[in-house]
């Protein structure tokens, strides 16, 4: 139990009508999760508005309401707290609640478009292999040292974040890595965390189904960095153009990363193989198993990281070349007559162009390069006629097909996509849209030696049709195809 009054400390009131000197149970933003003597924080979101629930909150038992504006009819014996801010007030009201887990732990945020999950997945698996207690909030999954549990947003909210973080904190946990993403900063869920450091990585067309414009986007991911504390490190990626950008306003120590240009993380890419990388980073070699000029940029974040939370740069090395891929992240196999198969999370048009392009590094020219690849339903529709255009442009055959299409009709999604295609490339392109079919086709066409990308998806297990989510894995499918095929 706690006292409502010491759960408000550092939140933005404006005005109280009631005790907070009362005792609560828990808080919660979703209605139907209240109970008796919960606390009910009335969130404006995009689909639906808190504020139009809280009679049905106070009903199930709600003592306290948290709003941006008092509700026309005031119940007797309720508190009543009208904040300037109703998600920024969660944020601190959550981790007032759970004892601001982050003040104790070494929390650092990776953010940008592309490199996300890679970044702060890796950076667990490197100081759970140099001994350390650590935690991992991502896309993929949530980490408590050694217990997973399911993710299902990128950034989650407040109160999850906060729950997970203490958990980490009883648990002895040293360290956490954890993805930033734009909706996350914009609905205030990071605001009330204690950063030691924050990583850019890049930016590029995403999001803009959320953000009305790439201006914001940008000020958005910029303003992460803008709260960092001066005991914080800033570490941006300067070979993106918007990565001084990121650094402009910030109070932390301001470092930079880069494979063009002037840094201090500096990487040079000597090798580039279907096996790996040979990377000379500040001067020193190093072998990693992971391939393509996006890993570059990847792990040059994860060693600079790593230094500036105290480790040896030659034990940093010799970690780095012991580390394995993400799931979903530029996994493949290769079959009984030689074919590879790639899956690849690449969903924005910039990961696909690096993904497609690394590929064409490695690769005799000898082989196809068969593309797979659709585009989320209900998510920003500029980028499918581009990433159309990239499929096509870099691959011998581009498959469009669905991808998780949510509530729209798929068959519409790909033909946005196929207005990308230009002319010389309309012999290339086939469209299936059923996405195991899309998978099939692609087996069935490929040859020895050839190689197939399947983009979109990733790590993900499963395919939304109409808000059901559908087993599907891109991996296992393309593996039991191959199979069945003999290739």
């Known amino acids: 139990m706690s006292i409502l009054k010491d759960i408000l400390y ?3 009131i404006e005005a109280v009508k009631g005790s907070t000197d009362i005792t609560i149970n828990k808080m919660d933003f979703d209605s139907r999760k209240i109970g008796s003597n919960d606390i009910f924080v009335a969130i404006r979101g995009s ?8 009679e049905k909150a106070i009903e199930q038992g709600a003592v306290a309401v948290i709003c941006d504006t008092f509700p026309e009819n005031i ?6 707290v009208q904040v300037k801010d109703t998600n920024s007030a969660l944020a601190f009201m959550a981790a007032n609640y759970f004892g601001d887990p982050s003040q104790n732990l070494k929390l650092v945020g ?3 478009t592309n490199g996300k999950t890679t970044i702060a997945s890796l950076l667990y698996q490197l100081f759970k292999k140099a001994g350390f207690k650590v935690g991992l909030l991502s896309t993929v999954k949530i980490l408590v040292d050694d217990v997973e549990y399911k993710a299902t947003h990128t950034t989650p909210d407040s109160i999850t974040i906060n729950h997970y973080l203490k958990e980490m904190v009883e648990n002895g946990v040293e360290y956490c890595f954890m993805e930033v993403s734009s909706h996350g900063i914009h609905q205030k869920r990071t605001e009330a965390l204690h950063f030691v450091g924050g990583i850019f990585t890049n930016l590029s067309h995403d999001h803009l189904d959320y953000h009305p414009t790439f201006a914001e986007y940008r000020d958005v991911k910029k303003s992460f960095f803008d709260n960092l504390p001066k005991t914080a490190f800033a570490l941006s990626n300067i070979d993106d153009k918007n990565g001084q950008v990121m650094l402009q306003n910030t109070a932390a120590k301001k470092l930079t990363y880069a494979l063009k240009s002037y840094a201090d993380y500096k990487a040079q890419i000597l090798e580039n193989q279907l096996s790996g990388l040979l990377l000379k980073i500040n001067g020193n070699e190093v072998w990693v198993k992971l391939i393509g000029t996006f890993n570059a940029y990847n792990l ?4 600079g990281t790593a230094i500036e939370l105290g480790m040896e740069s030659l034990e940093v090395l010799r970690l780095l070349s012991d580390l394995e891929s993400v799931s979903g992240r530029f996994q493949f196999i290769v079959s009984a007559s030689n074919i590879t198969a790639i899956v690849d999370y690449a969903h924005t048009p910039d990961a696909l162009e690096n993904v497609l392009k690394t590929i064409n590094d490695i690769r005799t020219k000898n082989e196809q390069l068969i593309t797979v690849v659709g585009c989320g ?10 990433m159309a255009g990239i499929a096509s442009d870099l691959s011998d055959k581009a498959i469009f097909t669905s991808d998780n299409p949510r509530n729209e009709d798929p068959e519409a999604i790909i033909a946005e996509m ?16 059923d996405r195991k079919q899309a998978i099939k086709t692609a087996c069935q066409l490929a040859q020895p030696n050839d190689i197939i990308l399947i983009a979109g998806k990733g790590h993900e297990t499963y395919q939304e049709i109409n808000g059901i989510r559908h087993d599907f894995d891109d991996m296992k499918i393309v593996k039991e195809i191959l199979d069945q095929l003999g290739k």
Do not use: C, W
């Open 110 to 112: 990776i953010t940008g």
């Open 47 to 54: 689909i639906s508005d808190g504020h139009d629930f809280i």
């Open 418 to 433: 196929e207005l990308g295609v230009a002319p010389q490339n309309y012999k290339k392109m086939l469209t299936i849209t």
């Open 10 to 12: 550092k939140v933005a």
């Open 377 to 386: 339903g209900n998510r920003d529709k500029a980028k499918r006629p581009i």
């Open 75 to 80: 119940a007797k014996g309720i508190t009543y």
């Open 300 to 303: 040059l974040a994860i060693y």
